[in-house]
């Protein structure tokens, strides 16, 4: 009997609706938790380099997307360029961050409905959500992508809107006020912050076994969606801080405690927040979280599916439902880990892990990428990355620089990571290589 395969459905448009939604969240939290650490310039220097590895990172890994179109991404990539080994530990990595990132949204979600309704617990509605999008997530990748594609539609637009609103009180005093409190070192720390605004975008890759004709549609649901984020990740960072400085979206006032509501906080410098604009604003931009978390649900079940289905984790995980030819095992362990996580309360060091998961994964991805050309330079490339060898250069540089930085500044965060690394791996060493 003939396995059960994932389903060819997704076009570029449907791939560039996954690509800017698995990142849009970025924008509407997170990101202000790099300002505390920063300020305005700390964040804002760490966010150039980060953007510069994002666009040479992307197309680097399109070029391999292209050429090996499996739900594994970059575990598929360093498996077949790197040996099982460092293959393994590609695809811990990858898992880490689409299992740690969904969480943090979750509790971003929650905080918004909040504000909406605060007479309901906000992890009522975290783990409401994270029921909801697994189902829909299980019951098909097009009904999953479609809808993936309305809500980050309408998540851009309200962001084109929160600009609209809040840039005709952009002051440049704003921007200078109090830049770096903390000195140039900021800018090193606030380097998670500035991933946040991209997280994930690398998961397009995961899904590129089920796009209709991948070596067109990844290139240019790539391509497209890295240039859309970067446009508005500068503009709602500039038309955030610009309103008020950026304490003014960071902290509530009267409290020392960072908020996950950085875009209605600093919208209530400009309209009361019982106008009709605040509460449409706040309620629209539940879109930007809903669209990453439900993005990168649907990102972290194939990534998870594809280490069941190689045998680098249970064998149940990598299982086809029959009716739904979507991987609702993998889905449905992402989620109870991911509510685990939840309820720790610590949405910051959530962000850190994840952060740390796609750093790793990025070097060991560009490691792989230097060893595919040399080791199979005539393996068929519809797409070959510009300006070769400098993309993937810069792109490794600057996440080692990146990687490197966070240790330096999350001692604790970077042990709980190893730590899951070595775990994993001295698992799979007991347990499944001498099987494989």
């Given at each position: 009997?003939?396995?059960?395969?994932?389903?060819?459905?997704?076009?570029?448009?449907?791939?560039?609706?996954?690509?800017?939604?698995?990142?849009?969240?970025?924008?509407?939290?997170?990101?202000?938790?790099?300002?505390?650490?920063?300020?305005?310039?700390?964040?804002?220097?760490?966010?150039?380099?980060?953007?510069?590895?994002?666009?040479?990172?992307?197309?680097?890994?399109?070029?391999?997307?292209?050429?090996?179109?499996?739900?594994?991404?970059?575990?598929?990539?360093?498996?077949?360029?790197?040996?099982?080994?460092?293959?393994?530990?590609?695809?811990?990595?990858?898992?880490?961050?689409?299992?740690?990132?969904p969480p943090a949204i979750a509790a971003?979600?929650?905080?918004?409905?909040?504000?909406?309704?605060?007479?309901?617990?906000?992890?009522?509605?975290?783990?409401?959500?994270?029921?909801?999008?697994?189902?829909?997530?299980?019951?098909?990748?097009?009904?999953?992508?479609?809808?993936?594609?309305?809500?980050?539609?309408?998540?851009?637009?309200?962001?084109?809107?929160?600009?609209?609103?809040?840039?005709?009180?952009?002051?440049?005093?704003?921007?200078?006020?109090?830049?770096?409190?903390?000195?140039?070192?900021?800018?090193?720390?606030?380097?998670?912050?500035?991933?946040?605004?991209?997280?994930?975008?690398?998961?397009?890759?995961?899904?590129?076994?089920?796009?209709?004709?991948?070596?067109?549609?990844?290139?240019?649901?790539?391509?497209?969606?890295?240039?859309?984020?970067?446009?508005?990740?500068?503009?709602?960072?500039?038309?955030?801080?610009?309103?008020?400085?950026?304490?003014?979206?960071?902290?509530?006032?009267?409290?020392?405690?960072?908020?996950?509501?950085?875009?209605?906080?600093?919208?209530?410098?400009?309209?009361?927040?019982?106008?009709?604009?605040?509460?449409?604003?706040?309620?629209?931009?539940?879109?930007?979280?809903?669209?990453?978390?439900?993005?990168?649900?649907?990102?972290?079940?194939?990534?998870?599916?594809?280490?069941?289905?190689?045998?680098?984790?249970?064998?149940?995980?990598?299982?086809?439902?029959?009716?739904?030819?979507?991987?609702?095992?993998?889905?449905?362990?992402?989620?109870?880990?991911?509510?685990?996580?939840?309820?720790?309360?610590?949405?910051?060091?959530?962000?850190?892990?994840?952060?740390?998961?796609?750093?790793?994964?990025?070097?060991?991805?560009?490691?792989?990428?230097?060893?595919?050309?040399?080791?199979?330079?005539?393996?068929?490339?519809?797409?070959?990355?510009?300006?070769?060898?400098?993309?993937p250069a810069v792109a490794l540089t600057?996440?080692?620089?990146?990687?490197?930085?966070?240790?330096?500044?999350?001692?604790?965060?970077?042990?709980?990571?190893?730590?899951?690394?070595?775990?994993?791996?001295?698992?799979?060493?007991?347990?499944?290589?001498?099987?494989?």
């Amino acid at each position: 009997m003939a396995e059960v395969q994932l389903k060819k459905v997704l076009s570029p448009l449907m791939l560039w609706g996954l690509g800017v939604g698995y990142v849009i969240s970025g924008m509407y939290f997170g990101w202000n938790l790099g300002l505390a650490e920063g300020g305005t310039y700390g964040l804002a220097i760490a966010t150039f380099f980060i953007i510069i590895m994002y666009f040479t990172f992307t197309f680097s890994y399109t070029e391999m997307a292209c050429a090996i179109p499996r739900a594994g991404g970059a575990f598929e990539y360093a498996n077949r360029g790197l040996g099982k080994h460092l293959g393994f530990i590609a695809g811990i990595a990858q898992n880490i961050e689409f299992v740690f990132a969904p969480p943090a949204i979750a509790a971003a979600i929650g905080a918004y409905l909040n504000l909406l309704y605060p007479s309901v617990d906000l992890m009522v509605f975290a783990i409401g959500a994270y029921l909801i999008f697994t189902i829909i997530n299980i019951l098909g990748v097009k009904i999953a992508a479609s809808f993936e594609l309305v809500i980050t539609i309408l998540a851009v637009i309200e962001l084109l809107i929160f600009a609209g609103v809040t840039l005709p009180e952009f002051q440049l005093a704003n921007l200078r006020s109090n830049p770096m409190p903390h000195g140039f070192s900021g800018a090193f720390a606030a380097i998670p912050f500035a991933i946040w605004f991209f997280l994930a975008i690398e998961g397009v890759a995961n899904v590129a076994e089920e796009a209709i004709n991948p070596q067109r549609s990844v290139l240019i649901g790539f391509g497209s969606a890295i240039l859309t984020l970067v446009l508005l990740c500068i503009l709602t960072f500039v038309s955030a801080v610009g309103v008020a400085g950026w304490e003014a979206v960071v902290y509530p006032e009267g409290s020392t405690i960072a908020s996950d509501s950085p875009l209605p906080l600093a919208l209530s410098y400009v309209v009361h927040s019982g106008h009709i604009m605040y509460k449409m604003l706040v309620g629209i931009g539940l879109l930007g979280l809903v669209a990453s978390f439900h993005g990168i649900i649907l990102a972290g079940g194939r990534s998870t599916f594809e280490f069941g289905r190689v045998g680098y984790a249970p064998r149940v995980l990598g299982k086809v439902n029959s009716k739904f030819r979507t991987p609702a095992n993998a889905l449905i362990v992402n989620m109870l880990v991911g509510i685990i996580a939840l309820f720790t309360g610590k949405t910051s060091e959530i962000i850190t892990i994840a952060c740390f998961g796609a750093l790793c994964l990025y070097i060991v991805s560009m490691v792989a990428f230097f060893a595919l050309r040399r080791n199979e330079p005539n393996m068929e490339r519809p797409f070959k990355v510009p300006l070769f060898p400098w993309f993937p250069a810069v792109a490794l540089t600057i996440a080692i620089i990146a990687l490197v930085s966070m240790v330096i500044y999350n001692p604790m965060i970077a042990l709980i990571f190893v730590g899951i690394i070595g775990l994993s791996y001295l698992y799979f060493l007991v347990f499944l290589n001498k099987t494989m």
